[in-house]
Each structure stands twice: as C-alpha cells, then as structure tokens.
C-alpha cells in the first residue's frame, strides 16, 4: 500500500467535536421522525470545524472530478458512481465518528472511503485496478475495504450492506464497547426487504447502529416519488419505534448536529437511528448514465443554491474567518495530494497474474 | 430472414408475444426507461406502465408477486438485469415458483420468464459478472434457456414465454450487439435440442452461450489443421439435447465441454458425465472440461482475462485430445 496521504486530521478532529453526550430530544420523547434538524443547523459548528469541513468536502470533490476525468480517458473501467453533491453528508457524519466506529456503505463509496481517512493513492490506484489499490486491484470502483480505517466495503449489491452494518453493531455490543456503526445506503435501496429485517432485529437488540439514508432522490434513473409508496424516508422505522429524522444533507452544520444526536443516542445503548440526509448526487448514476430522467434546471438549481462546499465557503468568507487566498491554498494542497494519486493511480504496476490465485481457499 | 442484434432479437419477441397475449406483462427495475441495457426500449409506448411495469428495487417481491400473479394465469417477464442480483430472490425461484406444480400435485401452474444476464462484461468485477446457469439446472421444476445467437434469442424468448413451467432465461451481457440472421415469422424454438454450429469427425466441443463464439472461432482455426472439430450449442441446460451429444460422440470418439462458468460442479461436469457413463467404450480419449477456475472475478483486466476460456486454449486442449 502507499504511504498514508498527509489527510490524517479527520479522527482527531472528530474526536474533539464528538461532544459530550447530551441527552436527545428524541430519547425523552421516543417519537420517531423527528425533523428537528432541518433547516435549524446547529451553532455550535466552530470556524475549525467549518474549515476542516471544507478541507475534506473539497477532497472528495477534487477526487471525484479526477475519476471522472480519468474514466473518460479510459484509465479507469467497469462501473465507477460520483459522490460529487452528497459530501456534506459523509464528511459531516464522520466529524462525530470516533476510532473504532464502522462504516459501511454501497457502491458510491469514493466519499465515504476518503472521509475515513483511507490513502486517496490507495482508492485510485484500485480504480485504475493496480496492486496498490485497496483490493489489489481485484475489487475496483465498488470494492474496498480497510480494516485499519474500520471501513467495510464498498458492496455491489443495492441493500446488501445494510444487514451487514447491523452486524457491525452486533459486534460493537457483543464486545461490550460504545463503537458505532455507520450504515450507509440509498433511497431506492430503502425500498429493499432486509432493510426491515434489520431495522427489526437493530430495535430489538438495541444495536449501536446509524441507519444513514442517502436520499439523493433517484434510484439509477427512477425518481423516488416513483418507486416509493411514501417518501419520508425518516418514518420508516416508526414501526419499529426507532427514531428518524430528515437532514438537510447539503448542509454540513445540519448533518453533523443530526448526527452527534444519533451517535449519542446510540452510545448511551438506546438502539438504532435513522438519519435521512436529503442530498443530490449532480453527476448521472455512474459513468455511462446521461441522466436524462432529469432537467438540466434541476441540477443547476442545487449546484447554484444548495452546493455543500460553497456553503461553507460563503460563511466563511462572511465570517472573516478566512480569506480567499487561504482557501485558494487549501484547493491547491487538495489539488496536489489527487493529482499524486492519480500519478500513483497511473505509474504503479499491475497486478501480477499470479494475485490471481491469493486470497481464496484453494 | 431479417439481421438483427441478439439485443433486438429479445425486444421483438417480448412485443409479438405481448401483441398475441394479453396475459403476457413485464416487471423489474427501469423498464419504462426501457431497461438497464434498452432490452425495453420502446415498449412502455406501445403496451402501457401496467404491462411495462417499473419496479422499487425489491428482487424478493418482484419475484414472489410475479410467481403469485402466475398461479393466477398471467405470464410475467421478470427482468432482473444481472444474474448475480437475482440471487435476493433465489427462495422465491427455487422454493416457489420451482415446487409449486410438483407439489400441489398439478393443481398450479407457474407460467414465468426470469431473465437474468450472465457473464464476464468488461471490469463488472465480482458481484456483476457471474455465470450462474449450473445452479437453476441443479433445481427440479426449472428450465434454464442459454441463447448464443439473435435467432435463438428470439425464438427462446418466444417459447419460454409460451411455456407453462417457469423458464430462467439467461442472456449473455456481452452478446447484445451481436448481429446475426433471424427467421421471420412466428419462430418458437423447441427446448432440449442442440443446434450443430459446425460439422466434424475428429471430437465433439460442446458448449452453450457466448462460448459457443469462442468455440467456433477455435473450430476454424484447428480446421486449419487438419482437425475437423463438431461443434454444439445445447441452447436449453434443461431439458438437454443428451441425444445430440451422444450421438456426436459416438461418432467423433472425443468430447471437450467449454463453458465460462466455474468448471467445479459447473454445467458441463454433467455433459461429461453422461458421456462418459454412456459411451465409455467409444471414447478414444478421456472426456475434457475448459471452465473457469474456482476464484471469484476480478476488476483488474490482466486478472480478468486470465479466467476467460480463449480460443487458443481450446483449440490447444482439442489436439491434446486428438493426439491421444
Ligand atoms: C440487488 C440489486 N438490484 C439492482 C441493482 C442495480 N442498481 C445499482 S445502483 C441502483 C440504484 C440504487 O439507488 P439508491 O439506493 O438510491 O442509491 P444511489 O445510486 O442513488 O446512491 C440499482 C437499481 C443492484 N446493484 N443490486
Ligand atoms: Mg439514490
């Protein structure tokens, strides 16, 4: 594996903001579907955080426009999905992360990867199907997985993460310790049958786990008001009793705030939450989508009003807090470490033909 | 005749079998959008949302309820994009739809069409390149259809829609551009007969979807060499042309069963053990199997292509056979 890109600040920092547990509204009210967050961020989102925020949204951003530019040119293949417009949603959730919490997650999993502080040589260079990649080049775009990072794979299979992360949390109470599990899955994923198993089995043994919903309002080419009975996707578990609540996803200071309620909430041992993060993924489905399902207004209506990173750009600015040349310097050091990883991605070996016979039982 | 692509070939017997039965429907994930590969395209016009029919992503259910509105006497096309996807919804196959006949001592019929795409397509790494046929094969109650060709694709199509038992009807993904002849008319194909692709005296490769091509290809180039190779598509894993196969190997006295699948416990070990349990004193080599190794499928291409039967190495493994 590569040497470990100078990203390293995100646990550390996420130690310092996972706040002191505060007792949740929802744990005293025990209503499920709360909407408590949206549209009411919370203030107490320090002017280190908005920049480290910045920083890693920025990251994904520049990693994300990369991969795309390279599949273009035919250095990556197969199946490769953008989280371009869904990072606030990762990069918040992972600010009240702490060592030891898991993450696990779809095929969109860029983001979610580079968020844990996994080396972006290492995720390149698996797009480009190299033995420096997570996998070794065996996985591609939609699996990797770094036990050193607690991240969990990168799955193919729409839904199938989502009892594996309850898993994950079996495991965290089996051990006995407050970790947490970070279960990462998509709108139309939610439409899935073990996503109720789960949401079951999470209450019932009132599992340590984050049901984090990404609703980026699509599924492929499908809009949710398609192939949703009901489309508050933060009521699907009242049955179940497990609290919800709808996040405005583009807001950093929303996901973050939604999410250090949740994770206390799951730490104190109360059970599983949902998280619906209202997003919007600004690129198609994956690389050969052309989005026609969509207008062209409706996307440039979110770039335009909602982007997650010009938010916090914007405050910043408006806050004094920074100034544009700083933040020029932050694009250019991200610039620099996806460029090396596409250096990386491109210069290494690979694999040996022999990689083709490890890691199965013979 | 009229030449058209294998992915064509399929969307016109799904539309002249929807204009001939009303019953006939189709449901799965995009299918207004005319499906993940445009197997659709086209279609939700003619015949409406309630016949085209776009489902949540929920496998399980658009298979049990297909098999439930089966019973009943309509004939749903379940689309489940890739084989591998397929695999939510294995109980409803294989414990439903597969038993129900049997079980209820022939008072239900499931008249059902799964199709589920197979195959290695370029870096689909693991969880979307897998040739499944073996298992639905393994399962009483099943038909497993393995087209190579437009024409077969679309007379399969036609008669495992017609067929009153439920069909797993597995495309080969990198086959949809494949132009070939197709008959005109009304072409329903018969299940269980094998089609000669070519000719030949001196062994019999047997084999079944896109590896008929490579097959064939390999065919030619020992032809070359003075070795004259029988070639049969089997079409349909069950029923299965046994006759076909016996019969050219008795003739030829070598049998090389090629398939993408894993080779372990793969389609062909059962070809070569009927073989071999019927013709043991006709054979003038011990019978061959070309599969892929039993390792999952890797993104990177240099992994990838290593598990691909080539040509060469079927024609190699045909002299071996020869020169015995
Ligand atoms: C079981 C299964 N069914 C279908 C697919 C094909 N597929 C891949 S992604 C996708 C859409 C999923 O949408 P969503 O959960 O909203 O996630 P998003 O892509 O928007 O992040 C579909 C249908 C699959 N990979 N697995
Ligand atoms: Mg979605």
Redesign the interface.
Known sequence: MAARAKSGTRRASAAKSGSKPKSPAAAKSRAPAKKSSRGSPATDFSQDQELEAYREMLLIRRFEEKAGQMYGMGLI???CHLYIGQEAVVVGMQMVAKDGDQVITGYRDHGHMLACGMDPKGVMA?LT??RGGY?K???????MFSVEKGFFGG?????GQVSLGTGLAFANKYRGNDNISFTYFGD??S???QVYESFNMAKLWKLPVIYVIENNKY????SIS???ATTDLSHRGASFDIPGEQVDGMDVRAVHAAGDKAAAWCREGNGPYILEMLTYRYRGHSMSDPAK?RSKEEVQKMRQEHDPIEQVKARLLEAHATDEDALKDIDRKVRSIVNEAAEFAQTDP??D?S???TD?L? | MAVMTYIDASRQAVAEEMRRDPMVWAVGEDLGRGGVFGQYKGLVDEFGPDRISDAPISESCIMGAAVGAAMTGTRPIVEMRFSDFALCAVDELVNQAAKARYMFGGQTRVPLVVREPIGMWRSSAAQHSQSLEAWYAHIPGLVVAVPSTPADNRALLKAAIRCDDPVVFMEHKNLWALGGDVPDGDDVAEFGKARAVREGKDLTIVSWSAAVHTATEAATTLAGEGIEAEVLDLRTLWPWDKDAVLASVERTGRLLVVQEAVSVAGFGAEVAATVAENLHPALKAPVKRLGAPRIPISYAPVLEDQVRITADAIAAAARGLVKT
């Open positions: 293949g197969g199946f698996e199907g190299r996998s080049g065996k996985g591609g775009s939609m699996h799955h193919g299979i729409v839904g139309g994923a439409n899935q049958g599924g492929m080419g499908t398609r192939s949703s399902y690979e694999p033909p990689e083709l016979w199965i013979r």
